[in-house]
């Protein structure tokens, strides 16, 4: 069955950087391409970054420049790499990816950014 397993969240002072990862089994994982989403108390789930199979990648706006969404195929692995975060970061994060006709959901993770 498909998993998707996040790690790396935590606390973290403004202007610092955290990574996260999500490790996916129970699929060929290289030809899917993979999300990271995050959604904040009280609003709605946001797209952070996608990449393709191919490696190809797609940001918001709130985090280009900061944020970086990548992949290990020999490790089944997504990263979301985050620098100079800000408070309004804060969010749990999920990775999802979609394998038709279903959407697979991690099942998140937190990201504290506070001083």
């Known amino acids: 069955q498909v998993q998707l397993v996040e790690s790396g969240g935590g606390l973290v002072q403004p202007g610092g950087s955290l990574r996260l990862s999500c490790a996916a089994s129970g699929m060929r994982f290289s030809i899917y391409a993979m999300g990271w989403y995050r959604q904040a108390p009280g609003k709605q789930r946001e797209l952070v970054a996608t990449i393709t199979s191919s490696s190809a990648t797609n940001y918001a706006d709130s985090v280009k420049g900061r944020f970086t969404i990548s992949r290990d195929n020999a490790k089944n692995t997504v990263y979301l790499q985050m620098n100079s975060l800000r408070p309004e970061d804060t969010a749990v994060y999920f990775c999802?990816?979609?394998?038709?006709?279903?959407?697979?959901w991690g099942q998140g993770i937190q990201v504290t950014v506070s001083s």
């Open positions: 999802n990816m979609l394998i038709v006709p279903t959407l697979y």
